[in-house]
């Protein structure tokens, strides 16, 4: 049949050209009817690198969510390949199955693994190691628990701080709770400031938001808990807040949350309802002293609201924590991307070291800087691409954007195999676009990461030999590893100049020749090379008369440097 035809032709071709089969460059000629990520690919310039024959071979990359349940179909139909899961750590859902094929679609020649976050923190915290374990040298999740510390790491942070001393690359989705330069934040931080007692609530200490209001109404609702934490320790928490959602006249009590915190609970309340617009966020202190507070909508909006979203293992200080910007059809340039609107931002103030003990004791709160202060996010990479799997296409999100950079990450260290996790990072960091103005680093990061521009390059530049002044202008050569043209320079113009490959002497001394290589969309510029020799000044010729005869010549020679406008003369008689 027709048909089978079309998949012969299409099997003969991926055996003859394993490359393009993997990379799925064939899809051009109707072979391959899959929606990949496309847009992806070429916002970062993927597929420049991929071109060059970079795919992320040699990387295994472990992949976190909440489970794979489409994977078998999308296997068997060729749109992912063969994927080692953690036995019994599928999981149920199929974000895990559109990361994947993000990873796949640009990292066509990665290792991939797979192992579910879920059902808990002490799980995702093992199944973290594990895949470190299995050799994966990046993990990526999109993940967060609502109970997770906001100002010390939690179990899975420490997890990630296992794996990533131990050489490990560990990205994860910055959350998509919004951000206060898009004007969504639904998020408040800031240190306890006694304010007007509330009717409805008795003589309790009501905390003023923003020095004046005792509550914080919201502005649009959010789509999960709503949680209070603040700067005690972790499973010791000796001040007891409460949290109250009122109405629109504060007269009734809409939902609480009042856990007695005695010095061996988490510092953490919650209320499982989002409140709905117009409802009044309350914080109580029940008893205890002031300390620094975190309240979250989870993806609502705030009238009072600050930076700080992003939390937990997701903000942590070995997790490289990814923003979201929408893929496009063409390149990123410098300066034209937004980010997402519901994209979480930084920074991440933490008080706590892992063990529980003060970063700076007896100073926990903001307002006297107590603590250290995590420069999150870290950059930001492309969201929105397309996809196979149903229901996440278009997949949209932090939880899109990780996998993207996670990607770009294998290609860059498949590229460059003996460096270290913290060298790919920077290299990362280092070649990123700046995002449009009036986006911080708290919600970019140091801007759009990009492929395109991570590859080295060097140059082979040959000594040159000592030169006469008055030798005739010369040419001079060197090649670069990336094969692009290399340019030249004189260091020294009063001895020598160069145009083009050309070098003309101009007066005794030395000349320093720089070649350099600025690179191009896919190599980083290369390290200039100098290269000197010397200009010695002609001289003078002796003439020796004959004896009996006379000598009617005069020989002069003369130097002149058209920069300093000096000449020298010899003169022999």
């Not at 048909?3 to 799925?24: D, G």
């Not at 309790?204 to 005690?232: I, P, R």
């Amino acid at each position: 049949s027709p048909a089978q035809r079309r998949e012969n032709i299409r099997r003969q071709l991926e055996a003859a050209l394993p490359a393009l089969a993997k990379r799925r460059l064939l899809s051009g000629l109707g072979l391959f009817t899959r929606p990949i990520d496309t847009k992806a690919e070429i916002s970062h310039g993927v597929d420049l690198v991929q071109n060059q024959g970079i795919t992320g071979a040699g990387i295994k990359i472990g992949v976190m969510s909440n489970g794979i349940d489409s994977l078998a179909a999308m296997t068997a139909a060729g749109n992912l390949p063969a994927v080692t899961v953690l036995s019994g750590q599928a999981g149920t859902g199929d974000e895990g199955t559109a990361m994947l094929e993000i990873v796949y679609d640009l990292a066509p020649g990665a290792t991939l693994y797979y192992a579910t976050a879920n059902p808990s923190q002490a799980q995702f915290a093992i199944n973290i190691q594990a895949l470190a374990a299995a050799g994966c040298k990046i993990i990526v999740d999109d993940v967060t628990f609502y109970a997770e510390g906001v100002f010390q790491d939690g179990i899975v942070a420490q997890a990630v701080n296992t794996v990533t001393a131990a050489g490990v690359m560990y990205f994860s989705s910055a959350a998509n709770s919004g951000n206060l330069d898009s004007g969504t934040s639904g998020t408040w931080e800031g240190d306890f400031v006694a304010g007007a007692a509330i009717p409805v609530l008795g003589t309790a200490t009501v905390h003023a938001f923003d020095g004046s209001h005792n509550y914080d109404a919201v502005t649009q609702a959010g789509s999960g808990y709503t949680t209070l934490k603040w700067s005690d320790p972790l499973g010791a928490s000796c001040n007891d807040y409460d949290l109250y959602v009122l109405n629109s006249t504060m007269s009734t009590v809409m939902a609480y949350s009042t856990s007695t915190q005695s010095c061996t609970q988490d510092p953490y309340e919650y209320v499982t309802t989002p409140p709905a617009v117009g409802y009044r966020i309350v914080i109580v202190k029940y008893s205890g002293v002031a300390r620094a507070l975190h309240v979250d909508t989870n993806r609502g909006r705030l009238a009072i609201a600050t930076s700080g979203a992003t939390f937990g293992h997701n903000a942590g200080a070995a997790t490289l924590t990814v923003a979201a910007t929408p893929a496009q059809s063409t390149i990123f340039t410098s300066g034209n991307q937004t980010p997402e609107y519901y994209s979480s931002d930084g920074p991440r103030k933490i008080f706590y070291n892992p063990n529980g003990t003060a970063i700076t004791p007896g100073n926990i709160l903001f307002a006297t800087n107590g603590g250290t202060t995590l420069a999150k996010v870290d950059f930001t990479a492309a969201d929105c691409g397309q996809g196979a799997v149903t229901n996440f296409n278009p997949f949209c999100g932090t939880s899109a954007a990780a996998p993207t950079s996670a990607a770009i990450a294998a290609l860059i260290w498949s590229a460059h195999p003996s460096w270290t996790a913290a060298q790919v990072a920077a290299r990362m960091k280092a070649t990123t676009l700046p995002a449009h103005t009036g986006y911080g680093t708290r919600t970019v990061g140091a801007g759009i990461v990009m492929a395109n521009i991570g590859a080295d390059q060097t140059i082979a530049f040959g000594t040159l030999s000592n030169k006469t002044l008055g030798t005739a202008p010369f040419t001079v050569s060197a090649t670069a590893s990336s094969g692009l043209t290399v340019s030249f320079n004189s260091q020294t113009t009063p001895v020598c100049t160069v145009s083009g490959t050309t070098v003309t002497l101009v007066a005794a001394g030395t000349c320093t020749i720089q070649a350099t290589q600025a690179g191009n969309t896919i190599y980083a510029a290369a390290t200039p090379v100098n290269q000197s020799f010397q200009v010695n000044a002609g001289s003078a010729v002796l003439l020796t008369p004959t004896p009996g005869s006379t000598l009617s010549c005069i020989a002069v020679l003369f130097t002149w440097n058209p920069v300093t406008g000096a000449g020298q003369y010899w003169l022999a008689v």
